[in-house]
Nanobody
Framework: QVRLVESGGGSVQPGGSLSLSCVASGGSHSSYAMAWFRQAPGQRREFVAAISWSRAKTYYSDSVKGRFAISKDNAPITAYLSMHMLKPEDTAVYYC???????????????WGQGTQVTVSS
């Protein structure tokens, strides 16, 4: 069973930056397609960014394109989300997801982390 553990959340002022990390352990594959989703209070979970199994492709939601960057290391398997020019509307619990297939922007990932809170407020 793959276990995903996120870290790096916290509070930041508008215009600031934060970086999230997600370490995958317990699986038998050398790499996974990985993604970040977020869920604000009272709202549905939404896609943020994804990176393919080979790291050749990245995907972003329109709301974060140009401000966020996803990357991935394979030893250990770790996904990163660098967030810049943060806005109050970026406030949410951010979840890491992984799959052995390239799932892209859908939420059909097999493995999910517990989430880390990101708060953007002055």
């Amino acid at each position: 069973q793959v276990r995903l553990v996120e870290s790096g959340g916290g509070s930041v002022q508008p215009g600031g930056s934060l970086s999230l990390s997600c370490v995958a352990s317990g699986g038998s594959h050398s790499s996974y397609a990985m993604a970040w989703f977020r869920q604000a209070p009272g709202q549905r979970r939404e896609f943020v960014a994804a990176i393919s199994w080979s790291r050749a492709k990245t995907y972003y939601s329109d709301s974060v394109k140009g401000r966020f960057a996803i990357s991935k290391d394979n030893a250990p398997i770790t996904a990163y989300l660098s967030m810049h020019m943060l806005k109050p509307e970026d406030t949410a619990v951010y979840y890491c997801a992984a799959d052995t297939m390239n799932v892209g922007m859908t939420d059909a990932y097999s493995y999910w982390g517990q989430g880390t809170q990101v708060t953007v407020s002055s």
